[in-house]
């Protein structure tokens, strides 16, 4: 069992920049992949970004590549995801989940996730 909560969410302007955190309970963090994905009102949940175990291996959406950054840090069950040159229609509420292997994008293999935080841009 993997109890995870988000943290860092609020709200910011255009161009702006969050980092985004999760922190996972538990003594088995590091073996899971973990991801972040976002729900926009009236939108179904999608994939944003994605990291392997030990944190080699990354993910992620073609509209947050080259903005977003991915990273983990074991020894502190938590797991980050960095946001520049933030925009529009990044608002959404961000989720992480935890996988046992690695498809990064694929929802239905992540069997944990977190409560979500709430992540609003203003133009």
């Known amino acids: 069992q993997v109890q995870l909560v988000e943290s860092g969410g609020g709200l910011v302007q255009a161009g702006g920049s969050l980092r985004l955190s999760c922190a996972a309970s538990?003594?088995?963090?590091?073996?899971?992949?973990m991801g972040w994905f976002r729900q926009a009102p009236g939108k179904e949940r999608e994939f944003v970004a994605a990291?392997?175990?030990?944190?080699?291996?990354?993910n992620y959406a073609d509209s947050v590549k080259g903005r977003f950054t991915i990273s983990r840090d074991n020894a502190k069950n938590t797991v980050y995801l960095q946001m520049n040159s933030l925009k529009p229609e990044d608002t959404a509420v961000y989720y992480c989940?935890?996988?046992?292997?690695?498809?990064?994008?694929?929802?239905?293999?992540?069997?944990?996730w977190g409560q979500g935080t709430q992540v609003t841009v203003s133009s």
């Open positions: 989940a935890a996988s046992g292997d690695f498809a990064p994008g694929a929802r239905g293999r992540y069997a944990y």
């Open positions: 538990g003594r088995t963090f590091s073996s899971y992949t």
């Open positions: 990291i392997g175990r030990m944190g080699g291996i990354t």
